[in-house]
């Protein structure tokens, strides 16, 4: 749920595995997922619960960047500049006109959740 997802190479994995380890997925994790996730990456990682490398993550749209991992610092403190440099307040009304439909959806998803606790 990050404006910015920096990650690093290396041999591991990243993804949603809750179907693959018994778990029902969440509503709420579920439009998150496919409010970020380009939606051939959707299906195959809340329905089959695939995991990607690194590389395959940023292609999937879980990351936005991949790094060394000696870079990270780098790379970390590089976004921070350009974030810097905008207006909050312009960040903040635009981003809640992009993300309008994602907050009504992730409160109705909160709703049913709630519901399935009981």
């Not at 959707?42 to 395959?56: K, T």
């Not at 207006?87 to 309008?100: D, E, F, G, P, S």
């Amino acid at each position: 749920s990050a404006d910015y997802r920096i990650g690093v190479d290396g041999p591991f994995s990243i993804g949603l595995n809750e179907v693959m380890i018994g778990m029902t997925m969440h509503h709420a994790g579920i439009e998150l997922a496919r409010d970020r996730l380009r939606k051939s990456a959707f299906h195959r990682s809340v329905i089959n619960a695939e995991m990607f490398n690194p590389q395959d993550a940023l292609s999937a749209g879980f990351l936005d960047k991949v790094v060394a991992p000696e870079a990270l610092q780098a790379a970390a403190l590089e976004a921070a500049r350009q974030l810097k440099k905008i207006n909050m307040n312009a960040h903040k009304h635009t981003k809640l006109k992009v993300r309008k439909a994602l907050l009504e959806a992730l409160d109705d998803a909160i709703i049913q959740d709630q519901g399935h606790l009981g």
